[in-house]
């Protein structure tokens, strides 16, 4: 009974370590990967097509690398253009592992592959950058831009024409990488300027002029406004003293012509009973001088009192 059992868990160490064995033998290449075979550290074979591949267990070492397309990405750099303007700029780049055997024994990993670009892209970046002026790398071209434009100036007015521009910048940069990182069975595939901007302390001026600038603006706008305003109101006035002066005119003519009726009216009265009108023009005068506060001091006999005495008498 034991040496059945004792035979059987041999029977199961053999089979495993059989299966340890053979699964150490063959691995598995993806499509997107691409291998370096290495014996005690030492490279002696490289794939670069996918399928079920066989190494020695132990003494093989299996070092994979992707095939695909890798991103770089810079870190935000200081750097002085051509004209002493200081900004920041931020680039970014693709690159491939095109030589895996000369990449393994260069740079070993991607992470070193990438503390390498940092130091070939940002160098050339610098390079190419400081030997040209600011307009030189923000434009690609001499393009005109939409600009709304004012009557104190045009936006693109003193911008230079450009002669490299930024495109040709990129592709500099691009070329003088690409001539470095090939010794490390690197390919770099497209470098570009992601983002550029002035230093804090540059933007900060450069802030503090457009404010100043807008503000210069925005306070001819008001004096302009003000005349506009003073102008209108002139005007204003001026219409408003004409249809014053008509209206005045047209009613002293309708006033003369009332006082011409009344007058006429009155001399018809008059003359049909003259001692009536004489009586009814002296109602009125007393109407138009006397109320209860005035106070009158006359004799008796006054011409003012003519018709009220001969009423009191009758």
Aim: hydrophobic share 40%.
């Amino acid at each position: 009974m034991k040496t059945q059992q004792f035979a059987g868990l041999f029977i199961a160490i053999v089979i495993l370590v059989i299966i340890s064995i053979f699964s150490g033998i063959f691995f598995v290449v993806d499509e997107t990967e691409q291998v370096v075979i290495t014996k005690f550290g030492k490279p002696v074979r490289t794939i670069t097509t996918a399928g079920l591949k066989m190494k020695i267990p132990v003494i093989h070492q299996v070092n994979k690398f992707d095939k695909r397309i890798l991103e770089w990405d810079g870190i935000p750099t200081e750097i002085s253009a051509k004209d002493k303007v200081f900004i920041e700029i931020d680039t970014y780049a693709r690159w491939r592992i095109v030589e895996p055997l000369k990449f393994f024994r260069s740079v070993r990993s991607e992470s070193g592959a990438q503390a390498r670009l940092d130091n070939i892209i940002d160098a050339a970046a610098r390079d190419y950058i400081t030997s040209n002026v600011l307009i030189e790398v923000v434009r690609s071209s001499n393009r005109k831009m939409d600009v709304i434009e004012t009557e104190l100036e045009t936006s693109t007015s003193g911008v230079d024409s450009i002669y490299t521009g930024r495109d040709k910048i990129a592709k500099g940069i691009l070329k003088a990488a690409s001539d470095k990182v090939s010794e490390y069975g690197i390919e770099l595939i497209d470098v570009r300027i992601k983002r550029m901007n002035y230093i804090e302390s540059v933007r900060n001026k450069v802030f503090e002029r457009m404010i100043a600038e807008r503000l210069r603006i925005a306070e001819k706008y008001r004096s302009e406004g003000q005349g506009k305003r003073a102008e209108i109101e002139g005007e204003m006035e001026k219409e408003l003293q004409k249809i014053t002066s008509e209206a005045y005119k047209q009613a002293q003519e309708i006033e003369g012509k009332a006082d011409a009726e009344a007058i006429k009216i009155y001399a018809s009265a008059y003359e049909q009973d003259p001692e009536f009108y004489s009586f009814t023009r002296t109602l009125e005068t007393y109407k138009n001088t006397v109320d209860e506060k005035t106070w009158l001091l006359l004799t008796t006999d006054n011409e003012f009192l003519k018709y009220i005495n001969s009423t009191e008498g009758k």
